[in-house]
């Protein structure tokens, strides 16, 4: 067990530096529009373009995982990783920065998939939502640490755009330095390792009612969270609440703040109760609450942040467990890797929808009226993810403890 959580606490490093580069474009996507004179159709294909090649690739990143194994895979994919973090950093067009997000997409889904499924092979059933949600929450730490860096790292956002990318290139390296001691104790005491089939294509067709419930799921939330909380939300924040950049980069990491906590307890909550179709289905309903309350009231932001921190918290903490309970081990990178899949499908098409009804409003601080087109958008796939989880709620019924 000593040997299992300190796999975990590897992992756990690897996946907050992998956090924290994909969250970098947020807090500098003011300083890129008035620096570089990037349009919010071009910030959001700096993250849409991570998404668009793992509409295939991710598939083929599950298939490595279950054929050459987590821990020799997450090494591979940190590498890549930072290389791309590195191109995003030094390049000084807008094509050398996408392709640097689009490399780093290619190893960074991939990645989390073979971390998801290292953690599943090093944990048993018995603490596997806690194990998880530990992951989870430290990977929330990366994210909450580049929300907050425009504080952490003011004298970098001083000199411009650039200064902070090459703290995430810094994030990157630690990742890859994580990613080589879980190899090397991989190698050294290998874990009992899960029995793989050869991938037919006509295994996803029985995957289950309850799984392509949960699959729909993934694509609607993360598209709204992913879209929104990591790519506009801080520039929203400035422009249509009036908050100054440090400000809005603090108000969007308490959403992380409180899932690293929030997220392992959930995970701690799921084991001891097996009850996951109904926590699915709360943390579901608050995400369209919380984009309600932003878009359409005046009330403090810290009410719609709260909502939001405890639904990002929740729905990852039960939605990964519940996956691995779901499908057979011996299928479990490619199940998860079609849900990687599906999901970049939504973020990639959510961030580039969402920065064209940006510009096509005219959304700007003189305009803050403008992203109100966005803001609708983002509620109602909110609400269709909801609905999902309803239904999943209804289909597991009265086999809820089988499933746990």
Request: proline residues 3%; neutral net charge.
């Amino acid at each position: 067990m000593v040997v299992a959580w300190s796999a975990l606490a590897l992992i756990s490093v690897v996946l907050f530096g992998n956090y924290y580069v994909y969250d970098s474009i947020g807090p500098i996507a003011d300083l890129l529009q008035r620096q570089r004179g990037f349009s919010d159709t071009e910030i959001g294909m700096l993250n849409a373009i991570y998404s668009i090649p793992n509409i295939i690739l991710v598939l083929i990143g599950g298939l490595l995982v279950d054929r050459f194994g987590a821990a020799r895979v997450t090494l591979w994919t940190t590498a890549i990783c930072l290389l791309g973090a590195a191109l995003t950093a030094w390049s000084p067009t807008f094509v050398g920065m996408a392709a640097g997000r689009l490399l780093f997409g290619i190893g960074a889904e991939t990645l989390n998939i073979s971390c998801t499924t290292g953690v599943a092979d090093s944990i048993g059933a018995r603490h596997l939502a806690l194990a998880m949600g530990v992951t989870l929450g430290t990977g929330r730490l990366g994210s909450y640490s580049a929300d907050m860096s425009p504080e952490f790292f003011a004298q970098a956002y001083a000199q411009g755009w650039q200064a902070p990318l090459v703290i995430a290139v810094i994030m990157a390296s630690v990742s890859l330095a994580a990613a080589l001691v879980y190899w090397g104790g991989d190698r050294q005491a290998p874990a009992a390792k899960r029995e793989s089939e050869p991938f037919v294509l006509g295994h996803l067709l029985h995957l289950g009612k309850a799984y392509w419930l949960l699959l729909l799921l993934c694509v609607f939330y993360y598209a709204v969270i992913l879209a929104f909380r990591s790519t506009f939300s801080i520039k929203y924040f400035q422009h249509a609440h009036g908050l100054s950049l440090a400000a809005a980069g603090t108000m969007n990491s308490y959403v992380f703040l409180a899932s690293i906590v929030a997220t392992p307890a959930f995970g701690w909550l799921c084991d001891r109760i097996g009850r996951y179709a109904p926590l699915l289905a709360f943390g579901a309903f608050l995400l369209p609450v919380s984009i309600a309350i932003m878009g359409a009231t005046n009330w403090n932001l810290w009410i719609a942040t709260a909502l939001l921190g405890v639904s990002f918290s929740l729905v990852p903490a039960v939605m990964w467990p519940l996956a691995a309970k779901l499908v057979a081990a011996s299928r479990l990178g490619t199940a998860l890797g079609l849900m990687f899949v599906v999901q970049n499908v939504g973020v990639a098409g959510a961030n580039l929808v969402a920065g064209w009804l940006n510009d096509g409003a005219g959304a700007t601080a003189l305009h803050p009226a403008g992203y109100q087109p966005m803001m609708l958008f983002f509620g109602g796939i909110s609400g269709l993810g909801f609905g999902c989880a309803l239904l999943l709620w209804r289909s597991a019924g009265r086999r809820e403890q089988e499933v746990g």
